[in-house]
């Protein structure tokens, strides 16, 4: 059995898919980008900013799952530029600081939007 997520704490999805779906107390998120959940639209900044926007997309969805960012086992991280991976870095310290996550990096030539950064998310439910 399998249950759908929605939560207007993260954005609204863009395309045919769901923000997460919960199966076998596994939550897996759809890729999140640097959307502002109240507008629907890329957040301004840097790069950094950019990558907390997306933690905290991805927060809202595994929270409205029944798990956190503490249970997530599995990133899987898509890069415009791959240059940016040692801020990804930095920023992913702040919230992944003991046992952290496993994690693919990948660069691909396009995302949605034309952001810079897109995160999907395995956690465990709580």
């Known amino acids: 059995m399998r249950k759908i997520i929605n939560t207007p704490q993260s954005p609204a999805a863009i395309g045919t898919y769901s923000q997460g779906v ?19 639209s890329p957040v301004e900044g840097d790069f950094t900013q950019q990558v907390e926007q997306v ?24 890069l415009k530029d791959l240059g940016n991976f040692p801020l ?19 660069q691909v030539s396009e995302l949605p939007m034309g952001v810079d950064v897109e995160i999907d998310a395995v956690g465990l439910v709580r």
């Open 22 to 40: 919960i199966a076998n107390g596994l939550v897996f998120t759809s890729g999140q980008i640097p959307l502002d959940p109240k507008t629907g």
């Open 88 to 106: 990804l870095n930095e920023v992913f310290k702040k919230y992944f600081q003991d046992d952290p996550p496993a994690r693919s990096t990948v």
């Open 55 to 78: 933690i905290g997309n991805i927060s809202a969805v595994l929270e409205a799952g029944g798990s956190s960012l503490g249970q997530i086992l599995k990133l899987t991280v898509y």
